[in-house]
């Protein structure tokens, strides 16, 4: 009993602490509120708005950021230099002063342990951060991206940095011609990416996991990741088909012709999904861009393009024969099952086309042939089974009738 | 002497042979417009016996489990001789059974052959149909496919409605909480043993009343005979009446044949209970009117729970349909019309709501 007494008397003094800061916290005034949210923009703030930032809601105020005294109703008093007021803060102070927290590991921990400080030192390395530092003030600072007074956290789907919006956040800038004029860099990237696979996996699928402008760019540190180095930024998804390329005669060459890797063939920010037709040499065809029709390598790609196509046809004619023994009631589910080994296959085969090699793609082609052959027998072979029934059917039935007809003439028989 | 007198004799000696058949001698089966439908309740006994026969070889290869269901189901399906046939005919028998039980009953009503002293046998029968479609409940079950495990899943939730007993008796049918491999086994035991128990002690007994009873016919039909006895037609049951039925069971036999031939039964995809339920799932077509009849009904109606006022409503209904026989009248020239008209209400209601049900989404 005297142990419980001692643990209590000795959790007095914290108790009494807490509740203190509690009763302090419920009576914190904001007087700063009372006042922008009757101001029009850009000097208003509604308390409704400000009610959603995550900064709000984890207990800080207008004066964590501007300074003041928001105990103040004298709007004088509340917004004196006296008092620390620094009023708008100026766009080339506001990393710096964003910084000053989240930069501060032993802060930021008592909020979030797992959130990371290095975003200022990244933001440092960035295009945006540089040229800032070199005085040129249109360029994204942390507010431009996060938002100002209602930034909520990346996991919130409204806010701009989630990653289904990060592509128009980006695009606000970058897709706006005037805006970007100074800088001679092209302004098609947000109509491109909208027509890629990229973003119809993001935006359509619901595949968080699909890449957006920051998955290849980088966040804080963005940047454009350079002609030699596009294969790593696809490898960090792409990998079978990084480690192919890494194999293959196209790299050195590639490299010799100061080509971007992955982008010669696949383009950058509107990726459509790959066909076989890229093997081609029709409109979607890639390598008679640089080939010559009848050399060496134009035969390679007739034969890797002719290997697809074989396998492609084998199964869609393996599943053809299934999907009618399928409604003719026959049971081939472990054929069905057998088909996506094929389709296995085919998407293997299409990896390894990365390589270049007729003979690594060869190999997986007459694995998925073989696998397509083995199940369009069974489906086949339960076509076979289906007509047998049927004539079995039908001689049953005709038994039947006999019997019936047998039973009638005897019935008339014994009545007469 | 041939080998059948032979062997009659000897029958003769040993169980008086002659004497036990000699009422199916006498039996006669009246000769009418409307005689056909006394076939139905021969036919719907073939079903059975084919549904008994056809189920007896797949306990051969069926094994009852979560685990294994499904795929002893695929097994018979593809690698047992004839699996597919009998599987085929075992599933079609059931769904023609729950059909001629269905017509039977219906027929039975609108020929008032439940009227005294018939009563008892149309109570034994309106239980037997309410045992084949628990027959049919619990064999949906046991290939362990996703339709079968969410109409399952469904089915015990509206029996888990019921006030007072509702929540016990669900999970006695899950065997726990959920629909699991437990449900599988505890369906089995009752598909396999419990019910083809009851269900030929109750089969004996009705085809026992029909003997002892004899056949009814139409009460306008008993009055005018009973008038004028020179106008009664009858036809000999034995060898008669059994030989058209015979031909009647051929007809099914070749129908069965034809649709598991033509319609092998479905085997679907086995039951993953961690995937969300199909969506427009539906059970099986003779509980539709019931299911779609559950889903109209507002969720409170006045302070009754809708669900919970619909379940009581169907077992009112089903203890009134029990019980029909008894608020018929005696006299055959003073039928009660009323109960006629229930019939044909219930017949329109049934077969309305499960069109409607079908097409429903």
Not at chain 1, 297 to 310: H, M, T, V
Not at chain 2, 172 to 195: D, K, M, N, S
């Amino acid at each position: 009993m005297t142990n419980i007494w001692a643990v209590i008397l000795a959790r007095l003094p914290l108790a009494a602490l807490l509740l203190a800061c509690s009763f302090a916290y419920a009576e914190t005034k904001n007087s700063c509120l009372d006042c922008h949210s009757a101001l029009p923009d850009p000097l208003g703030v509604s308390q409704e708005t400000f009610s959603h930032d995550i900064h709000a809601q984890k207990g800080l105020t207008c004066a964590s950021c501007h300074g003041g005294d928001p105990t103040s109703d004298d709007a004088d008093k509340a917004m004196s230099r006296k008092a620390g007021w620094k009023g708008k803060i100026d766009r080339a102070q506001i990393p710096q002063l964003c910084g000053s927290c989240h930069s501060d590991p032993s802060f930021m921990r008592t909020f979030n342990p797992s959130l990371r400080t290095d975003q200022l030192s990244q933001y440092k390395t960035s295009v945006h951060g540089k040229r800032l530092a070199a005085g040129d003030t249109k360029v994204a600072v942390c507010t431009d991206c996060h938002s100002v007074h209602d930034l909520r956290a990346p996991s919130n789907l409204a806010s701009t940095v989630n990653p289904v919006n990060v592509a128009n956040t980006c695009a606000h800038c970058h897709a706006d011609p005037n805006y970007m004029s100074a800088y001679k860099i092209p302004t098609n990237q947000f109509a491109d990416y909208s027509q890629s696979v990229h973003h119809s996996a993001l935006a359509v699928r619901g595949d968080l996991s699909a890449p957006t402008c920051t998955t290849c760019h980088g966040n804080h540190g963005a940047t454009p990741p350079g002609v030699a180095k596009v294969q790593n930024v696809c490898s960090n998804c792409h990998t079978f088909q990084a480690q192919m390329y890494e194999k293959s005669s196209h790299k050195a060459a590639f490299a010799a012709a100061s080509l971007p890797g992955c982008v010669v063939c696949h383009s950058n920010h509107g990726i459509r999904h790959p066909t076989d037709a890229m093997l081609g040499t029709g409109p979607a065809a890639v390598c008679m861009q640089c080939h010559t029709p009848g050399d060496a390598c134009d035969q390679a790609r007739a034969g890797l393009q002719s290997g697809l196509s074989r396998l492609d046809e084998a199964i869609k004619g393996a599943d053809q024969v299934l999907g009618v023994a399928e409604s003719s009631g026959m049971e081939v589910s472990e054929a069905r099952l057998g088909q996506d080994q094929a389709r296995d296959s085919l998407t293997k085969a299409r990896v390894t086309i990365h390589s270049f090699r007729t003979d690594l793609v060869d190999q997986d082609i007459q694995v998925g042939l073989k696998v397509a052959a083995k199940n369009l027998q069974a489906g086949k072979q339960a076509m076979v089974e289906r007509n047998h029934r049927r004539v079995g059917l039908g001689i049953s039935l005709v038994a039947i009738a006999l019997v019936l007809l047998g039973l009638r003439l005897y019935i008339k028989q014994i009545e007469s | 002497m041939s080998a059948w007198h032979s062997l009659r004799d000897w029958l003769n000696d040993r169980l008086e042979w002659d004497d036990l058949i000699e009422p199916l001698r006498k039996k006669a089966v009246p000769l009418h417009g409307l005689s056909y439908w006394y076939f139905l309740g021969g036919i719907t006994l073939f079903l059975f016996v084919i549904q008994v026969l056809t189920g007896i070889l797949l306990l051969l290869y069926y094994r009852p489990g979560a685990n294994e269901a499904f795929e002893s189901v695929q097994y018979i399906m593809t690698q047992v001789q004839f699996g597919w046939l009998i599987r085929s005919v075992h599933a079609w028998s059931a769904n023609l059974m729950v059909f001629t039980a269905f017509a039977h009953m219906f027929s039975v009503l609108f020929l008032k052959a439940y009227r005294k002293p018939r009563e008892l046998t149309c109570v034994s029968g309106v239980i037997l149909l309410f045992l084949v479609m628990g027959f049919g409940f619990s064999g949906y079950l046991l290939p362990w496919n996703t339709l079968a495990f969410f109409a399952t899943k469904v089915g015990t939730d509206i029996a888990g409605q019921v006030p007072v007993i509702g929540k016990p008796l669900m999970i006695f049918l899950r065997g726990g909480e959920e629909v699991t491999g437990a449900t599988l086994t505890r369906f089995f035991g009752f598909h396999v043993a419990v019910l083809p128990g009851l269900a030929t002690l109750l089969i004996l007994l009705h085809v026992l009343l029909v003997q002892r009873l004899g056949i009814s016919v139409p009460p306008k039909l008993e009055v005018e005979w009973n008038a004028n006895p020179a106008m009664k037609r009858e036809m000999k049951f034995f060898p008669n009446f059994m030989l058209r039925e015979l031909m009647a069971w051929y007809v099914a036999l070749g129908v069965l044949g034809a649709l598991a031939a033509i319609f092998p039964w479905n085997l679907g995809v086995k039951a993953d209970p961690f995937v969300p339920a199909p969506a427009g799932i539906k059970p099986e077509w003779y509980f539709l009117f019931m299911f779609q009849t559950l889903k109209m009904i507002p969720s409170k109606v006045w302070f009754i729970d809708g669900e919970v006022l619909g379940v009581l409503t169907f077992g009112v209904i089903g203890l009134v349909w029990l019980l029909l026989p008894f608020f018929e009248s005696e006299d055959p020239s003073r039928t009660k019309r009323w109960i006629t008209g229930l019939a044909i209400f219930a017949l329109a209601y049934v077969a309305g709501m499960s069109v409607y049900g079908h097409l429903a989404k």
